[in-house]
């Protein structure tokens, strides 16, 4: 299948990409990995006037510490994300995380700016951002903005970004080795059907779901229930919270009753995984 025809452009700086952005509005569309958006096109999904292709910016791709924090390209794939030893030992989770993405091609292809921007509501990446309380670098017409995770992912697709701004960096804090993820997917694609992402540290816990509602949240119910407290008594309690308050999916794919089941046993098993690192 074809998508409807549209003018390609290659920028070559993020500057280029923004002004490109801004001239051509909401008929614009960035092309990052293209595991999302030409999907989305060859079914009519989306018909984009202008493809954006932000592939040869030659700033976008790096993984590198900044301070406390490690900074992180948005063209970076999901596969140098899994495969980084510097996010292995800095920050876990985050290649824990891209592991579970899809397939080998996919995690070849697919960015962390992409997945971020797309917001779809069972990819992985959101929930690590969310239990990492990541911030997000964006690019646009007036300069450069931080968004922090929990203002990012704003409902079913859709993001704090507007349309003539350009994610150009992701930044996650060093974490300790007590960070999990523990998803069950969707067998044909991989997409989480419950994925639960857990970082125990000094300052408490703190748990991103995704994948069973319209977008990933803080499962802060379970948080609070856990204030102080990690033994197997308080985590089984606490899982039990983590789809208090939600609005769950409920579609071919999986019901409402079984998302929220995975929800509690996942988020018990991610629990006790990263309380045993
Ligand atoms: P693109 O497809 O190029 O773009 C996606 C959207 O983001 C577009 O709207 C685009 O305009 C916008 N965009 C891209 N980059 C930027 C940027 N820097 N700034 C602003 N906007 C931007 N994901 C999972 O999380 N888990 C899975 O298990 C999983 N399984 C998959 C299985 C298959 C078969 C496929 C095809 C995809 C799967 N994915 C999965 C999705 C995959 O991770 C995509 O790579 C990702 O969602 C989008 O990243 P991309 O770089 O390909 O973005």
Do not use: W
């Amino acid at each position: 299948m074809y998508p409807a025809s549209f003018d390609y452009k290659r920028p070559a700086t993020i500057d280029e990409a923004v002004a490109l952005l801004t001239q051509f509005g909401d008929d614009a569309k960035v092309l990052a990995g293209g595991h999302s958006l030409i999907p989305a096109m060859k079914l009519r999904l989306a018909r984009p006037r202008v493809v954006v292709d932000i592939g040869r910016i030659a700033n976008l791709n790096y993984i590198r510490e900044a301070g406390s924090s490690i900074a992180i390209g948005a063209m970076t794939t999901h596969q140098e994300i899994a495969s980084s030893k510097q996010l292995q030992d800095k920050c876990p989770l985050l290649p824990e995380t891209a592991s579970h993405i899809g397939d080998m091609q996919v995690r070849n292809m697919g960015t962390i700016g992409g997945s971020l921007a797309h917001n779809d509501p069972a990819a992985d990446y959101p929930a690590a951002i969310l239990a990492l309380d990541a911030e997000i670098d964006v690019a646009g017409p007036k300069g450069r903005r931080t968004i922090r995770a929990g203002d990012f992912f704003v409902d079913l697709l859709t993001t704090a970004i507007a349309p003539n701004e350009l994610i150009v960096e992701v930044r996650v804090p060093a974490t300790p080795k007590t960070v999990a993820y523990v998803k069950t997917e969707q067998k044909a694609s991989g997409f989480a059907l419950a994925g639960v992402a857990v970082v125990i540290s000094p300052a408490g816990v703190r748990v991103g779901i995704t994948g069973v509602a319209a977008k990933a949240y803080r499962a802060t119910g379970v948080e609070q229930a856990l204030k102080g407290k990690t033994t197997a008594e308080a985590i089984a309690q606490a899982a039990a919270r983590a789809t208090d308050g939600v609005e769950l999916l409920n579609d071919i794919h999986a019901s409402a009753e079984y998302r929220a089941h995975l929800a509690q046993v996942n988020t018990k098993r991610a629990l006790e995984r990263a309380a045993s690192r």
